[in-house]
């Protein structure tokens, strides 16, 4: 397959997490669209490692996953701290911070 | 260890370690027991700000991946500087606002070895953990008040578009690592260069991409909504860190990625850039004065001089870069200055950030006040401060290269945000004071951490030849 | 010896910082010390006039003192005086003594902040004056703001915080592209010769080119002439005169106007000189709009302070003026009358402050008659009015004069449109003078009104006495900036033609059948008067250098 | 090679369905399911990727771990259905709006991704043929224990600080 | 020696203003006066000095010390006598010192304080008076000019409290600051052409310039001048201010407005006739407006009611006289009149004083009448005054306007003779109209009601209101002056009488002893003395007729013209008495039949109200609703405040944008993210 495919793939990935962002009224929700986004890069990673022919591409998702996990437990528990506040996981619900 | 492959990363060590130490000291205190803990960060921060000083002209490399050059090194002394105030203004309001300490502490030290990383990594992956190591830690310092909504609220925003941001900016390394087949800055600069890529929209999508994520962390415009809301609800020195600390590690990196990695690349990027830049430095002052919390304010205000500092980075010469980090000494030392003067008229119920607040504080804080003004003044750009020297030095950048119109949309912008620097100065000095009640007598260390600022300003304002000539020598050994 | 000028008040302030005064109970100690302070620098100005050598052939710059400051820029810590700065300094080092007497019934909070920022005042209008690094004199120039700023904030009146702020935003927004320009020159002048310099001897060499210098020079001007300021940029003067306090006013008149001609005659046109030639008829221009204009709104106010504000800038119109027409007698008129406003608005400003402290307010219609209860400072006031409206004899007169006969050589058709300012100026000045003094007590809070004070006699005695002296032996003072002006005109009429008689139409210009004078004028006689000098046909001459020191 | 191209459009489709269903659903419980399913596609693209490693990893480790640590935050906070939509139809930016532009923005970059790619030379000519794919789990252990020896360390960091900061954030109000 | 006849009255003025109101009115006074008289002593000193020498160079110089030196601008501070200043000194130190001889008494109801701030501002404007006439060039002369003005307007608004005093001396003051306005110009324009402003080297050098045909350099300097004259000398258009400047008190009007400061103007063109001599065209203009100010003036003080006011219209009439004697050529004769004028005019108005203070402050001429078996001393001086000035033979006033006519007529300007003719007639009448109505007739004041009723004129000085009523001056009858203002009366009368006989004219036997003193200074402008070569130098000489060397010729004429002119001075007189003693009905009638005549004579020909409707009010009117609440407030604050309320405005919009939602922030991230990858794909 050409890496061209790959990369559209990775894009409409990346595109949907976006997407996500609006589309949603629930703070996990928003997490998980985070998450579409970085396995869409990771997608990429990968795509152009093998168009390298080293295993860099690989590695680097490692790094991106871990990341990813880290930012998912600090995420989280920044949701289980908000959803103690207000009772809430709409992220509208959060705008005591504005103007 | 002589000349070992660890020379270069004794700094970020030095910090970790002293994160640990921290975080043990705090598991093994038994309750009530009073730990100086903000004693070990400093010492922390110390021994690598005495290790960047010993490793000054060694230009010391670790793994492939990091780099102890002048440049790295002068971020990392404003680093330890940033930190070393910040722990000392923490002082008064840890215990006031009943933080974990040693979480806390661990958490500064954590983000800013993130941010030394930032510095001194020369690979972007490296870059990219240690731009996470900041982030996450800076998150979780922001939404440290977990009793206060608001706290929680400003680190749910900070995290979510934070990690926006980064899944933009490794979208953008993985573009540039499709072209060039490297993460190493060094190598992708010889690769560019060796091809001409000017008309490749794939590396002008990484570069693309890679600007997003830079300019998200420098809350350059139109990145930078989130920065008002996470300054404001952040604890108050908090803010002051991240305006600094989190601003100079990102510049750091841009610097080095843009400067040197993208080099070959700057007529590609500038122009972006420019407009960035003077966006930035418009929105944040315009918008700066309906501001009616310090906080916000300054929030504004400090995305506005990471306007002026991305201005230097346009013009990308030896002077910009130079004007870069004389400016990240000087903001960092008054902007903290400034923000510690607010965490300190704060309480635990209160951050007392309203105009408002302010008002008389001169009769009853007359110290305080002054200090406050003479940091605004500096904030303004006022001579005989660090702020004018500063401005005057990414002017000259500017116009060095005949970029008239950001010096002039700088100096102006400039001029617009005094008058919401003077209405803070209005307030302390020329309303009454009304029936608030009188903020509490100020910690005799953080006093004593604000007089320090106050000095470094003045004489960073007075006397700026040392500091322009180590900036110049920093810059000259890299680039 | 510079050096201390500036420093002798920033000691000063430090000292006053140490003196713990929270409840005001050490007002007297503070106010001694201050007064000592401003009157130690008036004596080293004094020092510095009596060490000056104003012989033509002395040095430009005296008292040079230069150390390298940022070297990486050429930014040098760069000092030195010639005759136009000397003068600036004395009348620097007169006022404020003389501000700070003035506020020792004014200002009664606050006493040590507020000796304070007056000394930093000081000092930096002292800086800017002496300033010979560009560099260092914008540092003086913004940060001369700063004080004033305070000084109109917490102690003015209730309009105080919109003027403060008005004030200095309004000085600022022109003084920054000043920066830039001055960033720019710098550049030039590292890309012309491969150093760095801020230094303004080395900038007067830059060979800049035309379309370069208009741009330079606007943005030198803008900053100046809102300094000044010139119509249309007036607007924030008349609000931060009449909402600062006494002191702050007469600072603020009598010397801080006056950086605006200073930094015209001494940057904007030596450095630009092709572009000072073709802006100059505008600035001509807007000058003599000025000076009509602000007499007629003067003429209406019902203010005191703003009536004497709107004066000032009529008569800063004639400074500009002159320096327009920067030819030896419009640049030594200029400085003349700059020194001669400072003196006579200041005291102006220092007599409606001592009636607005009687009566708390400045409004004329509230006053009348008060030459019963007050007749000396009626006196006072009547001297001082007289030399703001240029009677012959006192101070105003001479720079006017000198002001319009170096601009008539120039263009006369500015002249006669200025000189209706001599109506004015009467008109408005007398006109209030009458309102106030004259006529019969009207309002009983008037009856009783104590006479000058001993210590306001210390305040308004050497201000009368200067605007006559000034009037009378003017060349006590044109003397020792002659050789400065005259330098600074050389160098900027080496670059372009004769500016004489360059309007006069045709009709009007003398026919050359009287012997025209030699370059070099014989020796004027020194006892015989009407010894027939030889009539020197209507030339500027580049070469008239030998002045003749009337020195007898 | 059509093998390849099917298996290519069978993945690449679930991924894709999988990642839409995630922002469609109303559900934060389906939203997960989905993007489980989504990345059990994108493990299949790296087999097709000769990443297997990676693709192990993808289920093990995402799929496995972190999802089940979302559907657990889900479950704890018992907020299974989205709260409905309550606009705040005062505020002058009318809040659908960002929805609206969020939508089009999204297109957009995607569109724009695509152009640029489709710009971009070289990229239609497949990945295979020029260079052999390093897939072995050993040479990656020694790349990752060597190269990215540091950066494996500064991961350490990383985690220990989401760790601990996890904790501050997460643990009860009153200490 | 020179410097010290004008620094002796500036030491009075010192001594006065500083400690003054300490010393008692008998020292203060005292040393006023005995300053002038002996500024006069030493005045006839330096003039006889002055006459010992060779005509050609009579000149003393004092050199005082260089006063501006610019670039190639040098200017001294110099006094200078000659011929000319050396009349001039000795009327302003003789008739100075006589009225302040007078005022030692006239003055005396005044407070210490006020008595010694008279004679301190009396001092002061000698000194500047002495500095104007003795000034060796232009702007020495300027200082003086000033000065005075400046006096004059501080003795105008000598009772301060009265608000029409203190409108009057504004007003004296304003305009004389626009005939200034041009006198500035002229002078610049001076520097420009003669590059010096001395006035011998000015005369010298004008002398090698040939006279204009056109109008040129000198008759717009001259003009300027001139123009400058007008307002200090009081002719058309600026004349106003005279008539109101009689607020002052009278020794003042006496002095200043009448024998010295005023006449600046005439002294100022015969300083300057050089210059004139060379642009005819300016000397038409001052002959023309001379005449016309003449007579105008005239016709308005014929029916004016308020004694001072009738003799302020008197003077202006005289200075027009003074003009056109200028304008024709006629130096001599115009400097002539001035020196005469000073006598007669000063005894009038020391007379009206008197007559004033007998009166307790009445000046309404309407409500006096036969004071003159009263007040004889005041009485006869007062009718030899206006004998004098109505131009009857043998008295000073006809000698100078006789010659002034005489001229007028020989140079051609016959219809200006016309009008100097019908201006004597009009003098000889309107001074006897008040002659008879102040001193003849029935006694029309009323002890119990002797202060001013009048709706015009405000009322009487409240100094001598305050202090008129007790002591001696209590309602008694009118008591004649007493003895210094008595001399001063006496003295003048006398001078009136004897002054003309310094220049008795040849035609009747004198020598014309004043014209051959002066003929060295208007000599001067004589031309062909200098021997120019080529054709502009040549027309010069044969237009430059010396005017001096004119008379003889003309005997016969000259007999004519003082015939017809002492006729017209009788007829005058004549009318006078059957108009307003013995048929006091006429008037009436006349008034009555001609109401709107009358109506406009009375308001001085709405002159103020039409500069007030056409100049002052427009101005005041722009300058507060168009330039200051108009220009200043909306315009150029509006565009500072604007340019304020647009950052503050901008600034609350885009504040809305962050609007707390975190999907709003990330459409802004994604927007910027669109738009730099828009950029690079679309550049």
Same mark, same amino acid.
């Given at each position: ?11 409409? =990935? ?8 609006? =589309? ?49 437990? /600090? ?25 | ?180 087949? !490297? ?20 590396? #002008? ?34 803010? $002051? ?239 | ?6 420093? !002798? ?19 007297? #100690? ?198 000044? @300021? ?11 005169? /009449? ?26 046109? @030596? ?120 009677? @012959? ?21 500015? %002249? ?68 400065? %002006? ?54 500027? !001459? ?8 009337? $020195?007898? | ?18 990642? #839409? ?70 505020? @002058? ?83 | ?128 008076? =002495? ?202 004769? $115009? ?19 008197? /007559? ?51 001229? !007028? ?111 060295? %200074? ?49 007829? $005058? ?111």
């Amino acid at each position: 397959m050409p890496l061209g495919h790959y990369l559209v793939l990775s894009g409409l =990935l990346f595109a949907i997490g976006t997407a996500g962002v609006f =589309l949603r009224r629930n703070l996990i929700t928003l997490l998980l669209s985070v998450e579409l986004m970085l396995n869409a890069v990771n997608l990429a990673f990968v795509a152009f490692g093998r168009q390298w022919g080293a295993v860099d591409g690989q590695i680097i998702t490692f790094f991106v996953m871990t990341v990813a996990a880290a930012e998912a437990a /600090v995420g989280l528990a920044l949701v289980i701290g908000l959803f103690r506040h207000r009772e809430s996981l709409n992220p509208e619900a959060f705008t005591s911070l504005k103007w | 260890m002589t000349s070992g492959q660890f020379d270069a990363v004794i700094p970020i060590i030095c910090v970790t370690l002293a994160g640990l130490v921290v975080l043990l000291a705090e598991a093994f205190r038994r309750k009530g027991e009073h730990m100086p803990i903000g004693g070990l960060a400093i010492i922390g921060l110390l021994g690598a700000g005495a290790a960047s000083i010993l490793l000054w002209d060694s230009n010391a490399e670790s793994f492939g991946a990091v780099t102890a050059d002048n440049f790295a090194l002068f971020v990392n002394l404003v680093l330890v500087g940033v930190g070393i105030l910040t722990v000392v203004f923490s002082s008064q309001t840890v215990d006031r606002d009943r933080l974990p300490a040693g979480e806390y502490y661990a958490m500064l030290l954590f983000a800013i070895v993130g941010m030394m990383l930032m510095g001194q990594a020369t690979d972007l992956l490296v870059i990219f953990l240690a731009l996470e190591t900041m982030s996450i830690a800076v998150y979780i310092l922001t939404g440290i008040r977990r009793d206060q909504q608001q706290s929680t609220e400003a680190a749910f925003k900070y995290f979510l578009l934070g990690a926006f941001a980064s899944s933009f900016f490794l979208y953008g390394i993985a573009f540039l690592y499709g072209v060039t087949g !490297t993460t190493n800055i060094e190598r992708m600069s010889t690769a560019i260069a060796a091809q001409s890529m000017s008309g490749n929209p794939m590396i #002008l999508l990484g570069i693309g991409l890679l600007i997003v994520g830079f300019a998200f962390k420098v809350a350059a415009v139109p990145f930078h909504m989130w920065s008002p809301d996470a300054y404001e609800g952040a604890p108050t020195i908090v803010t $002051g860190f991240m305006s600094t600390g989190v601003k100079a590690a990102a510049i750091a990196a841009f610097v080095r990625v843009f400067l040197k990695g993208l080099d070959p690349m700057i007529a590609d990027w500038a122009p972006v850039l420019w407009w960035i830049a003077a966006a930035t430095m418009v929105v944040g002052t315009v918008v700066g004065v309906a501001q009616t919390s310090l906080k916000r304010m300054l929030a504004y205000s400090s995305i506005a001089h990471g306007g002026y500092i991305l201005a230097a980075l346009v013009v990308g010469t030896d002077v910009g870069k130079a004007a870069i980090l004389f400016y990240l000494a000087a903001y960092a030392l008054t902007n903290l200055g400034a923000f510690g003067i607010i965490a300190i008229l704060g309480t635990r119920e209160r951050a007392n950030d309203d105009l408002r607040d302010y008002a008389g504080l001169w009769h009853t804080h007359p110290a305080l006040a002054t200090l406050m003004t003479l940091f605004l003044l500096s904030l303004g750009g006022f001579p005989p401060t660090a702020g004018f020297i500063a401005k005057w030095y990414v002017f000259s950048a500017a116009i060095g290269s005949g970029y008239y119109g950001l010096a002039i949309i700088g100096v102006l912008s400039s001029v617009v945000s005094v008058f919401f620097y003077l209405r803070i100065v209005v307030m302390m000095y020329m309303t009454d004071r009304d029936a608030r009640p009188i903020p509490p007598p100020v910690h005799p260390v953080a006093m004593g951490g604000l007089v320090a600022a106050l000095i470094g300003v003045l004489y960073l304002g007075v006397l700026p030849t040392r500091l322009i000539d180590l900036a110049q020598q920093s810059i000259s050994t890299i680039f | 010896m510079l050096t201390l000028a500036i420093v !002798t008040p920033i000691i000063g302030a430090i000292l006053l910082m140490l003196i713990p005064n929270r409840d005001g109970s050490k007002d007297a #100690l503070i106010r001694y010390v201050a007064l000592g302070a401003s009157l130690a620098v008036f004596a080293i100005t004094l020092a510095l006039w009596a060490g000056f050598d104003s012989s033509a052939e002395a040095a430009a710059f005296q008292f040079v003192e230069r150390v390298p400051w940022i070297p990486a820029f050429g930014i040098d810590y760069s000092l030195g005086m010639d005759g136009l700065s000397l003068m600036l300094l004395v009348l620097t080092g007169f006022l404020t003594p003389i501000a700070l007497l003035s506020s020792w019934e004014s200002i009664e909070k606050k006493v040590k902040e507020f000796s304070i920022f007056m000394l930093l005042l000081e000092a930096s209008m002292l800086g800017v004056f002496v300033a010979l690094d560009i560099f260092l004199f914008y540092i003086f120039w913004d940060f001369v703001l700063i004080p004033m700023y305070f000084l109109i904030g917490i102690w003015g009146y209730d309009q105080r915080i919109y003027a403060a702020i008005k004030f200095i935003l309004y000085t600022m927004a022109g003084s920054v592209l000043m920066l830039v320009a001055i960033i720019g020159l710098s550049w030039m002048h590292q890309t012309m010769t491969g150093e760095y310099s801020f230094d303004l001897l080395k900038l007067y060499e830059l060979q800049i080119p035309e379309g370069t210098q208009y741009w330079l020079f606007l943005a030198f001007t803008l900053a100046f002439i809102i300094k000044v @300021p010139l119509f249309p940029f007036h607007t924030w003067l008349p609000d931060a005169h /009449v909402q600062a306090p006494t002191p702050g006013s007469v600072i603020l008149a009598g010397v801080m106007l006056k950086m605006g001609g200073y930094g015209l005659i001494r940057l904007a046109f @030596p450095l630009f000189p092709e572009a000072a030639l073709y802006f100059a008829p505008l600035l001509a221009t807007l000058s003599v709009i000025a000076i009509v204009y602000g007499a007629l709104v003067a003429m209406v106010q019902p203010d005191m302070k703003k009536l004497v504000a709107y004066s000032s800038v009529s008569h800063m119109g004639f400074v500009i003026l002159g320096i327009a027409a920067f030819n030896v007698q419009g640049v030594q008129g200029a400085s003349y009358q700059m020194l001669a406003h400072g003196i006579s608005t200041g005291a102006l400003f220092c007599i409606v402050g001592m009636l607005s402290d009687r009566r708390h307010t400045r409004q004329i219609s509230e006053f009348g008659g008060l030459k019963a209860t007050m007749p000396r400072l009626t006196a006072v006031m009547l001297i001082i009015t007289l030399s703001s409206i240029g009677l @012959p004899g006192m101070n105003g007169f001479i720079g006017e004069f000198l002001i319009m006969l170096g601009a008539f050589k120039w263009d006369p058709r500015f %002249v006669v449109i200025a000189a209706l300012g001599v109506i004015l100026s009467a008109v408005y000045m007398l006109w209030m003078f009458q309102r106030v003094f004259y006529g019969k007590l009207t309002n009983d809070h008037n009856t009783g009104l104590p006479d000058l004070s001993f210590r306001e006699w210390a305040i308004v005695g050497p201000l009368a006495a200067a605007a006559i002296g000034m009037g009378v032996v003017p060349n006590v003072l044109l003397k020792p900036m002659e050789p400065a %002006v005259q330098r600074l005109v050389e160098r900027v009429q080496a670059r372009q033609p004769l500016r004489v008689e360059a309007v006069l139409p045709e009709s009007l210009k003398p026919k050359p059948n009287a012997p025209t004078a030699e370059k070099q004028t014989p020796a004027r006689p020194q006892e015989v008067a009407p010894a027939v000098r030889p009539v020197t046909v209507a030339a500027e !001459t580049l070469a008239s250098r030998n002045v003749s020191g009337g $020195g007898r | 090679m059509a093998s390849d191209a099917l298996l290519f459009y069978l993945f690449g489709g679930v991924t894709v369905l999988g990642a #839409l269903a995630v922002v469609t659903q109303r559900n934060p419980v389906y939203s997960v399911l989905s993007i489980i399913a989504s990345f059990f596609g994108l493990a299949g693209l790296y087999v097709l990727l000769e990443a297997p490693f990676v693709a192990v990893a993808q289920i093990i480790i995402y799929a496995g771990a972190i999802m089940v640590l979302f559907l657990f935050t889900v479950m704890l906070l018992n907020a299974t259905r989205e709260d409905a939509a309550e606009w705040d139809r005062s505020h @002058p930016l009318y809040r659908p709006f960002a929805v609206r532009v969020g939508g089009v923005l999204a297109v957009l970059l995607a569109l724009q991704l695509g152009w640029a790619l489709s710009r971009t030379s070289g990229l239609g000519v497949p990945i295979d043929l020029d260079r052999p794919a390093v897939s072995s789990v050993q040479e990656l252990g020694r790349v990752l224990f060597t190269d990215y020896m540091f950066a494996f360390e500064v991961t350490s960091i990383l985690i220990i600080a989401a760790m601990v900061g996890a904790v501050i954030l997460a643990r009860k109000r009153d200490e | 020696m020179l410097a010290l006849i004008p620094l002796l009255p500036l030491g009075g003025f010192l001594v006065n203003a500083f400690i003054g109101r300490r010393l008692p009115k008998s020292v203060s006074g005292g040393l006023a006066t005995a300053l002038m008289a002996v500024s006069f002593v030493i005045s006839v000193m330096q003039v006889l000095a002055l006459a010992a020498m060779p005509p050609e160079n009579r000149q003393i110089n004092q050199l005082l010390f260089n006063w501006i030196a610019v670039g190639d601008f040098t200017l001294d501070l110099a006094l200078r006598l000659d011929a000319l200043s050396a009349v001039m000194i000795l009327v302003v130190t003789g008739i100075g010192s006589l009225i302040h001889l007078y005022s030692t008494s006239y003055m005396h109801e005044e407070t210490d304080a006020d008595f010694a701030r008279f004679f301190s501002y009396l001092n002061l404007f000698c000194f500047f008076m =002495l500095m104007l006439v003795l000034g060796s060039n232009v702007l020495v002369m300027f200082v003086g000019w000033e000065g005075v003005g400046l006096c004059s307007y501080l003795l105008i608004g000598f009772y301060y409290q009265k608000q029409s005093a203190a409108d009057a001396a504004k007003k004296a003051f304003v305009v004389n600051r626009v005939g200034d306005f041009a006198f500035i110009l002229g002078a610049l324009l001076l520097v420009v052409t003669f590059n010096s402003l001395d006035f011998n080297t000015m005369a010298l050098a004008a002398k090698a310039m040939p006279v204009e045909t056109g109008f040129g350099t000198l008759s717009l300097i001259t003009l300027l001048m001139f123009i400058g004259a007008t307002g200090k000398s009081a002719q058309i258009p600026l004349y106003t201010w005279l008539p109101d400047a009689m607020e002052g008190p009278t020794p003042v009007s006496a002095l200043i407005h009448a024998a010295t400061m005023v006449t600046a103007g005439v002294y100022m063109i015969g300083r300057n006739a050089m210059l004139f001599e060379h642009a005819p065209m300016t000397l038409q203009i001052v002959a023309v407006v001379g005449a016309a100010t003449a007579l105008f003036a005239g016709t308005i003080g014929l029916v004016q009611n308020d004694i001072k006011r009738v003799l302020a219209y008197s003077t202006v009439s005289q200075l027009g006289y003074m003009f056109l004697a200028m304008g024709v050529g006629a130096y001599g004769a $115009g400097i002539f009149h001035l020196y005469t004028h000073a006598f007669f005019k000063a005894c009038l108005f020391l007379g009206s004083g008197a /007559v004033i203070h007998a009166l307790h402050g009445e000046q309404d001429i309407r409500k006096m009448g036969g004071l003159k078996k009263h007040i004889p001393i005041t009485y006869w001086t007062f009718v030899i005054a206006s004998v004098a000035i109505a131009g009857v033979p043998l008295l000073s006033g006809f000698f100078s306007k006789d010659e002034i006519l005489f001229e !007028t007529f020989v140079e051609g300007h016959q219809l200006l003779w016309v009008v100097g003719a019908v201006t004597s007639l009009l003098t000889a009448t309107y001074m006897w109209r008040l002659v008879h109505l102040t001193f003849h007739g029935e006694e029309r004041f009323g002890h119990s009601e002797a202060h001013g009723h009048d709706d015009h004129h405000a009322p009487a000085q409240p100094a001598i209101q305050a202090h008129g009523h007790s002591g001696a001056h209590g309602h008694g009858a009118p008591h004649d002056a007493p003895w210094p203002m008595a001399t001063a009366l006496v003295v003048l009368a006398v001078g009136s009488i004897v002054a003309g006989y310094v220049n008795v004219p040849h035609a009747v036997g004198g020598h014309a002893n004043l014209h051959e003193w002066l003929k060295p %200074v208007f000599n001067a402008t004589n031309c062909g003395q200098e021997v120019t070569t080529g054709g502009l130098a040549g027309l010069a000489i044969a237009e430059c007729t010396p005017i001096e060397e004119r008379s003889g010729d003309h005997t016969a004429l000259e007999l004519t013209l003082m015939g017809v002119s002492s006729l017209l001075a009788f007829a $005058g007189i004549l009318l006078a008495t059957l108009l307003w003693l013995k048929n006091r009905q006429i008037p009436a009638r006349l008034a009555a039949q001609y109401p709107g005549v009358h109506r406009l004579l009375l308001n001085k020909y709405y002159v103020d109200e039409l500069y007030d409707a056409t100049i002052v009010q427009p101005i005041k009117v722009m300058s507060t609703e168009g330039l200051w609440r108009g220009f200043d407030v909306k315009v150029v604050d509006g565009a500072v405040n604007g340019a304020g309320y647009l950052v503050s405005g901008v600034s609350v919009v885009l504040r809305l944008l962050q609007n707390g939602s975190v999907k709003t922030y990330a459409a802004s991230m994604f927007v910027g993210a669109v738009a730099v990858l828009a950029y690079y794909l679309w550049r």
